[in-house]
Nanobody, 115 residues
Framework: QVQLVDSGGGLVQPGGSLRLSCAVS????????MAWYRQAPGKERDLVAS???????EYAASVKGRFTISRDVAKNTVYLQMNSLKPEDTAVYFC?????????WGKGTLVTVSS
């Protein structure tokens, strides 16, 4: 059982930055893919960014060039650095792990971009 604790959300003005963290209970080397998803009110949960065991990253078109996913394997932690935030980035952000065909989710952290 993989446990994920996501944190770092908050209120930020447009153009600002936030860094989300996801603490993982298992070694990142045992996780096939780590990812961040987000869900805005009334919308589906969408993939934001992912990082595979080998380090390959992928991003949604809407965040490419603004968001960066990274990891610290010594700390079993995955990050999402979010720059140039826009009001449309407002959502609950969820950490996700895929390991041996099973999905694991964090409880989510709210990001609000507003002036």
């Amino acid at each position: 059982q993989v446990q994920l604790v996501d944190s770092g959300g908050g209120l930020v003005q447009p153009g600002g930055s936030l860094r989300l963290s996801c603490a993982v209970s298992e070694s990142l080397w045992s996780i096939n893919v780590m990812a961040w998803y987000r869900q805005a009110p009334g919308k589906e949960r969408d993939l934001v960014a992912s990082i595979a065991t080998g380090g390959m990253t992928e991003y949604a078109a809407s965040v490419k060039g603004r968001f960066t996913i990274s990891r610290d394997v010594a700390k079993n932690t995955v990050y999402l650095q979010m720059n140039s935030l826009k009001p449309e980035d407002t959502a609950v952000y969820f950490c996700h792990a895929l390991r041996y065909g099973r999905d694991y989710w964090g409880k989510g952290t709210l990001v609000t971009v507003s002036s």
